[in-house]
């Protein structure tokens, strides 16, 4: 059908086994409906211009939904929320489908006719079970996760507009557009699975004016200037490729993997829930401390007076990349790839060949042997951009890896 152009349907691949260490106990199902709906719910939150908070957000519901629907029915193991085992059998790739379905309805209802052509080609795939039982549950837990988080705080936005009278080390909007700071709520609103959005907060980042800021703000100087003279042309790419919303990257990894290792309905169900939660809550625990400190970023650093104020109109240096509009420390990038990197090693293991692709036009796909490489080249774009510090890298990188560590541990677990 026409409307199904605008979300791609992923073809199934049936290839290899999972990684043993979060490996289910059965495998029934192909996991390509998880994997098709995954994709489609970053699709449909980036037409409705969604920004890396608020489709991480978006995306995790979706995958809470999926998960949920599809445990009601294969037992997969322990909810997140939501379970009603139905009687007389049901179809799980039906419930999948129709709970990813509803989510996003929910949150997009001006696009309520291309995802229900999506749906229909689902339903039409869906030989496991009765279909309309399958669609009841779908539906139950879709319903059950958009109440659960109706009111977690996303809504409203609120912007922050800078200090009024900024000082040395202080966040003030930066150029082009001097915009106010986006989603200044973001880390106060309710966790999925951390206890709160500053349960893992990092140490404050060096002061201005210390040999390690200092280091640090002469290394991004250099290296991140639009004129740099020391920046590779791969590393120029690196950072033009991975300027894309983070949650963009991580979830095109997850599907690639899931399709190269075979993953089946109930892998696919977890692994996706898993993933998308720790990138979700990392979003929250990033602007945490983002706003927390209020740190400057390197163009302001870099063109300021020794009071801190900028009065040479930015003249003086400017990044390879806009600034995003949010203070700099931590990196979000590179906490959002970390924790969702790190959920996905532990299914699949650290040595994946991928080839990952970019929203930034004209460049090339960058083909990665592990996820390890992929997180070091996603965090390295930040400071080959100009846009961060090293020490922002750093924060968010161990930020990253609790929060996956701690999903792990607390989320929902393949029955044994």
């Known amino acids: 059908m026409k409307r199904t152009s605008l979300f791609t349907i992923i073809p199934a691949l049936i290839l290899s086994g999972i990684h043993p260490v979060y490996a289910l106990k059965k495998k029934t199902l192909s996991g390509d409906v998880v994997i098709q709906w995954n994709q489609v719910s970053l699709k449909a ?36 929320h939501y379970f009603v085992k ?80 900024p000082g040395i080390g202080e966040y003030r909007p930066t150029p082009s557009g001097f915009l106010p700071g986006i989603n200044q709520q973001w880390g106060k609103i309710k966790p999925f699975l951390l206890t709160s959005g500053d349960q893992f907060r990092p140490a404050a980042p060096p002061a201005p004016g210390t040999d390690d800021f200092k280091k640090a703000l002469a290394e991004v100087a250099d290296i991140g200037s639009a004129k740099s003279t020391t920046r590779t042309v791969d590393q120029t790419h690196i950072a033009q490729f991975y300027k894309q919303d983070a949650e963009l990257t991580v979830n095109e990894a997850a599907r690639i993997l899931a399709k190269q290792h075979g993953s089946s309905l109930e892998e696919s169900a977890l692994v996706f829930l898993l993933t998308d939660l720790a990138e979700a809550d990392a979003r929250i625990a990033l602007f945490d401390a983002k706003y927390n400190y209020l740190f400057w970023r390197p163009v302001t650093a870099l063109n300021a007076d020794a009071d801190g104020l900028v009065t040479n109109n ?71 951009g100009g846009i961060h510090y090293r020490f922002d890298i750093d924060a968010a990188q161990q930020l990253g890896l609790k929060i996956a560590a701690y999903v792990l541990a607390n989320g929902p677990k393949a029955n044994k």
């Open 86 to 165: 139905p009687g007389g059998g049901a179809s799980a790739v039906a419930a999948a489908a129709q709970a990813a379905h509803d989510v996003l309805v929910n949150y997009f209802p001006a696009q309520k006719a291309q995802l229900d052509s999506v749906l229909t080609v689902s339903l039409q795939g869906a030989t496991d079970g009765p279909v309309d039982k399958g669609q009841k549950v779908g539906a139950a837990a879709a319903a059950d996760i958009i109440a659960l988080r109706a009111n977690d705080g996303a809504a409203p936005n609120v912007t922050y507009p800078g200090p009024a009278k």
């Open 314 to 384: 930015y003249a003086t240096w400017l990044p390879l990349l806009t600034t995003p509009p949010h203070p700099s420390y931590p990196c979000g990038h590179c906490g959002t790839v970390a924790a969702g990197f790190e959920v996905l090693k532990k299914f699949y293991g650290d040595k994946n060949t991928i080839e990952l692709h970019t929203t930034t036009a004209g460049e090339p796909s960058r083909v990665i042997g592990s996820l390890t490489e992929g997180e070091q080249e996603n965090d390295l774009s930040r400071l080959y």
């Open 45 to 80: 939150a980036k037409i409705a211009k969604q920004n890396t908070n608020e489709a991480s957000r978006t995306v995790a519901i979706e995958a809470i939904a999926v998960y949920d629907a599809v445990n009601s029915i294969k037992g997969i193991g322990k909810p997140y």
